[in-house]
């Protein structure tokens, strides 16, 4: 039953006429978010500018017992702002003030539309750095990168969107405003009440602004590309350089076939011949890159690399990033169904892993283009499938059980940084057991009595 003229224009009234979309054409733009597969109409969509306004529609909800389902950029690989059945979807890009930057604390406070590029720019403009940088850092939000905790390039070293989080204004479901954290940099007072909120995946509250932690930029960077013949002495290579206490900024993969479409997309000039390609940068000060860059040109020498290629500006460093960057867009172009998953395993595992895919791939007949966080053990087996044939859709998720299923074995996990959403609902009891699923559960309960809040995401 789609959204009474009643609730619509108390909608209205709350949002302004202009920030409430109802007519078919708008809201099948809303119907899915970057999540293959996933497809649902909204009641309709609102765009919020004030936490007041968010205040207001919670408690709406409550009263009317209206699904919301919060909307950053809608690049969510795990189906997380995929609308419910005639929900309210409520937009925060419209809320996209960067309201201070604190260069005594090194701090910025930022409204949940933000997008993640602004943040990293407005950092450099001050001298600073935000060193989270998820392939989508060019339109997803910080609302949505704080709701999925993303992680991004520069993992490894610098770690994931919870490491920059030092406080939150949220909205309760039943429309209560707290603010979650602080400036100080050391704080143990009660239970840490921000961390639940990163990666609740909007079921737990809606973020209305965000306090994050800058740090100083690193003077330099180099980077550089070192192509195998075999996955496995890629591998090695990533293991090895850990083992020497070099902790890369980057340390990215691909494997053959996502070579041969990011060449065929972006014509970077990407070596043809080889098995897997390696894109490692170190950055910091200038004298401690030169030596790591060289023990990581060494490394993957003695590790049986075909070819080591050095950038040698920002120019060619860029283009070379991109071969990484544009994995997915370049993927997402060979077939009409692009599924990017996202299995992480300890780092030890990861040869093991990226041989269990392509061994997954040969069985189901399916083609799989594999990259990702290779120093974190994070991977992206990506399959190149098409959702209308019926039998071959059916083959991927006999696939997909049996890559979760072996992740889960090798001590690893079922998403490493895209969520649980609807995409990976059906393995997180297998994952987090009885006793975690009932926390979980007896949690979002609490705060969330009516289940107005992203309903059908990560658990029913
Ligand atoms: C090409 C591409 C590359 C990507 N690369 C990466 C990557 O490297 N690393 C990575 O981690 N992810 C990556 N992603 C996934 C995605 O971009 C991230 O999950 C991102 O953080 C989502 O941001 P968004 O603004 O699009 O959020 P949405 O997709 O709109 O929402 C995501 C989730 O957050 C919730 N949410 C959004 N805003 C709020 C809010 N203000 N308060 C409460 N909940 C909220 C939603 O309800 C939903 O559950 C990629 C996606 C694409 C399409």
Redesign the pocket.
């Known amino acids: 039953m789609a959204l009474s003229e009643q609730l619509l224009s108390e909608l209205r009234a709350v949002v302004g006429a202009a920030n409430v979309l109802t007519s078919r054409e708008d809201l099948i733009s809303y119907s899915f978010?970057?999540t293959a597969a996933l497809q649902q109409m909204p009641g309709a969509v609102i765009f919020v500018t004030t936490t007041a306004q968010v205040a207001e529609i919670l408690k709406w909800a409550n009263r009317t017992r209206t699904a919301i389902?919060?909307?950053?950029?809608?690049?969510?690989?795990?189906g997380?702002?995929l609308p419910s059945t005639d929900c309210v979807v409520m937009c925060?890009v419209k809320?996209d003030k960067i309201l201070e930057t604190d260069r005594a604390n090194l701090t910025m406070l930022v409204e949940?539309?933000v997008t993640?590029i602004q943040i990293a720019e407005e950092a450099a403009r001050a001298g600073l750095f935000y060193p989270p940088?998820?392939?989508?850092m060019k339109?997803?939000?910080?609302?949505?990168?704080?709701?999925?905790?993303?992680?991004?390039?520069r993992g490894l070293k610098y770690g994931?969107?919870r490491n920059y989080v030092m406080g939150m204004e949220?909205v309760l479901p039943n429309g209560d405003v707290t603010f979650l954290g602080n400036k100080c940099v050391k704080d143990v007072a009660g239970y840490s009440m921000r961390d639940l909120f990163i990666g609740?995946?909007?079921?737990l509250?809606?973020?209305?602004k965000v306090l994050l932690k800058l740090i100083p930029k690193p003077a330099t960077k180099k980077t550089m590309v070192a192509t195998y013949s075999q996955m496995d002495a890629a591998a090695e290579t990533v293991s090895a350089i850990i083992a020497a206490q070099i902790i890369p900024c980057t340390l990215e993969f691909l494997d053959r076939t996502t070579i041969h479409c990011v060449e065929d997309y972006a014509k970077i000039g990407l070596p043809l011949d080889c098995e897997a390609l390696l894109l490692m940068e170190t950055d910091g000060h200038p004298a401690v890159v030169a030596e790591e860059a060289a023990a990581m040109e060494r490394i993957a020498r003695e590790h049986g690399c075909l070819e080591v290629r050095v950038a040698k500006d920002d120019d060619e460093a860029n283009k070379l990033a991109s071969a990484r960057r544009s994995a997915?867009?370049a993927l997402a172009r060979v077939a009409p169904t692009t599924i990017?998953e996202d299995a992480t395993v300890p780092r030890s595992e990861l040869a093991h892993m990226i041989r269990f895919v392509e061994m997954i791939a040969k069985k189901h007949r399916l083609k799989i283009g594999t990259f990702g966080?290779m120093g974190d053990g994070n991977l992206h087996p990506t399959f190149l499938t098409d959702e209308r044939n019926k039998e071959e859709m059916h083959r991927v998720e006999e696939a997909f059980v049996e890559i979760f299923d072996e992740a889960i074995r090798l001590g690893g996990t079922i998403t490493g940084?895209?969520?649980i959403?609807v995409a990976k609902k059906s393995f997180l009891p297998k994952f987090a057991g009885d006793v975690q699923m009932r926390l979980m559960r007896d949690l979002r309960r609490t705060l969330d009595p009516n289940g107005i809040l992203?309903p059908g995401?990560m658990f029913d």
């Open positions: 978010d970057g389902v919060t909307r950053g950029s809608g690049t969510g690989l795990s997380g702002s925060t809320m949940p539309g993640t940088d998820p392939g989508s339109i997803s939000t910080i609302g949505g990168n704080v709701a999925e905790n993303s992680g991004g390039l994931v969107t949220v609740s995946e909007g079921t509250g809606v973020i209305t997915f867009s990017l966080h940084e895209h969520g959403g992203n995401k």
